[in-house]
């Protein structure tokens, strides 16, 4: 029994008038509201039971246009500014659906899905500096992508026998970062069973970026201590304010010290297709593996995040798990040496090649450079307007694309925060909040490419017009 429609005809017709649909919402995003909290009559339709029996496509197809489309993220819209989203674009949305078509395991075998891929990884290979046999890896997000870097980090100082041994009975391993590190690289000290509290989270200097100093009175005092520091994680762009941390500086710990070198460019490191954004970057070039997603700034449907490896060898041998089932033949569908599932944990994976692909063969990397160069630019827009305000006043230096900012008196934060529920409740735009030295403030992330100098007068108009009716 195919579960294949019985009339292809009908079924094309049904399905481009949802393509129809889903271009029009891109292209219309702007008229509709950033946000809006599905109401309960909506809410009830997803408590509905199993279903056992069909329905016809279309009628389904109109809930999704009925009861999910007006209630995701909205983070498609330009006065959307909350946290780190990618915009996407239409190229990467027919992308993910060809991909779907041709639904492809890429967890590995002899076909185009890994060659794409391999591809992409020689092209951020190129634009980091890595070497051209650097490995790299698909992976859901920057999350996951900072977890392989630590495993690969933490099998590099162990050797490979704690693979089957596991961590009993082997030194205490030690990580670095700054405080600004994004919670996910303690999160992957934790999962790799090291413990998150192993991570020593370091202050920063005034730049934001961690400090040298602190970092080698860490690593000294642990080393006294009996501890094995093994790892340096650098972050190219802080979550909270953008920061960079000094890389060639931390470059040259990690050589004098035998020291891993990671690099969290979550969002940061793909300032590498900025020639004006790209210098701070300088000392990327010399990190051993560097964690980052295209579903952020290079504005790829999620998700894509992406690991690169400097050491080919050293990724494989930390992943690679030989199974009867999944043996190399020298030729046919199961030839070729290193998978995709040799390179990380996953085994089956979908083609999330294809939507990275075709977005940076459609756009090119100068164009998505020129548009996080307009975010900043938009954002320093930002940070000036916030600056002559009256009511306003910036918290963080303003270094790339995130303008956080306080309320004038507002000595706990919680005005802020009423402010960015009143804002995600009108529906006009949605910043979200962060913490600065102690008290809740707006954090205006500009990550969207349709932003403009006109949606952030809006949005200044709309702060002072909702502040003052709080
Ligand atoms: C600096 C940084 N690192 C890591 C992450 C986690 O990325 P993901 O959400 O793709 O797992 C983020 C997310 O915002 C981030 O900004």
């Known amino acids: 029994m195919s579960l294949d429609p019985d009339d292809w005809d009908a079924f094309g017709a049904q399905a481009h ?10 292209r219309d995003v702007r008229e509709g509201p950033v946000w809006r909290p599905a109401p309960a009559e909506v809410l009830t339709a997803f408590e509905a039971p199993t279903p056992t029996g069909p329905r016809p496509f279309e009628q389904v197809l109109d809930d999704v246009e009925q009861l999910v489309a007006p209630y995701v993220t909205g983070n498609t819209h330009p006065l959307f500014m909350g946290w780190v989203h990618g915009a996407g674009t239409p190229y990467g949305m027919v992308a993910e659906m060809l991909a779907a078509g041709l639904n492809a395991n890429c967890g590995g075998r002899n076909h185009i899905g890994p060659v794409v891929e391999r591809q992409i990884t020689a092209w951020m290979a190129q634009a980091f500096g890595f070497p051209a046999d650097a490995s790299g890896l698909l992976v859901t997000g920057a999350s996951q992508a900072n977890l392989v870097g630590v495993l690969v980090a933490r099998a590099h100082a162990l050797g490979l026998v704690a693979r089957p041994e596991g961590l009993a009975g082997r030194p205490r391993l030690t990580a670095y970062a700054s405080v600004e590190a994004h919670g996910c690289v303690a999160k992957a000290m934790d999962i790799a069973g090291l413990g998150s509290d192993q991570l020593r989270r370091l202050p ?24 094995m520091p093994f790892l340096v994680v650098g972050s190219a ?45 300088e000392g990327l070039e010399q990190a051993h593996s560097v964690a980052f997603d295209f579903h952020k700034w290079a504005h790829v449907p999620y998700d ?41 944990p996953d085994l089956s994976r979908g083609f999330r090649a294809l939507k990275v692909w075709v977005t940076l063969q459609t756009l090119g990397t100068d164009a998505l ?6 975010n900043c630019e938009a954002a320093a827009y930002l940070a000036r307007r916030i600056e002559a305000s009256g009511h306003f006043e910036l918290a963080a230096p303003v270094g790339l694309n995130i303008v956080c900012f306080g309320v004038k008196g507002d000595a706990d934060g919680a005005l802020a925060r009423r402010l960015v529920i009143a804002l995600h409740e009108s529906g006009r735009a949605a910043p979200s909040t962060t913490q ?31 502040l003052a009716a709080l």
Request: hydrophobic content about 50%; proline content about 3%.
């Open 17 to 26: 008038a949802a393509l129809d649909r889903a271009i029009a919402r891109l």
């Open 204 to 227: 920063t200097g005034e730049d934001g970026g961690l400090s040298l100093e602190a970092l080698r009175a860490a690593i000294a005092r642990d080393r006294a201590a009996g501890l």
């Open 237 to 281: 762009g802080t979550v909270n304010t953008g920061a960079f941390d000094d890389l060639a500086g931390l470059a040259g710990i990690c050589a004098a010290e035998g020291l891993w070198f990671h690099v969290d460019g979550a969002f940061g490191a793909l300032a590498a297709f900025s020639p004006r954004l790209k210098t701070r970057l």
């Open 304 to 344: 894509a995040g992406f690991v690169l490896v400097r050491d080919a060898a050293a990724h494989r041998a930390t992943f690679a798990n030989p199974l009867d089932y999944l043996s190399r033949e020298p030729a046919g569908l199961a030839a070729g040496e290193t998978w995709p599932c040799d390179l990380g």
């Open 369 to 374: 450079g020129a548009a996080m160069e307009a």
């Open 436 to 466: 600065r030295d102690g008290r809740a403030v707006v954090r205006a992330a500009i990550f969207n490419h349709r932003t403009t100098i006109a949606d952030i007068d809006a949005f200044v108009a709309d702060l002072e017009t909702t």
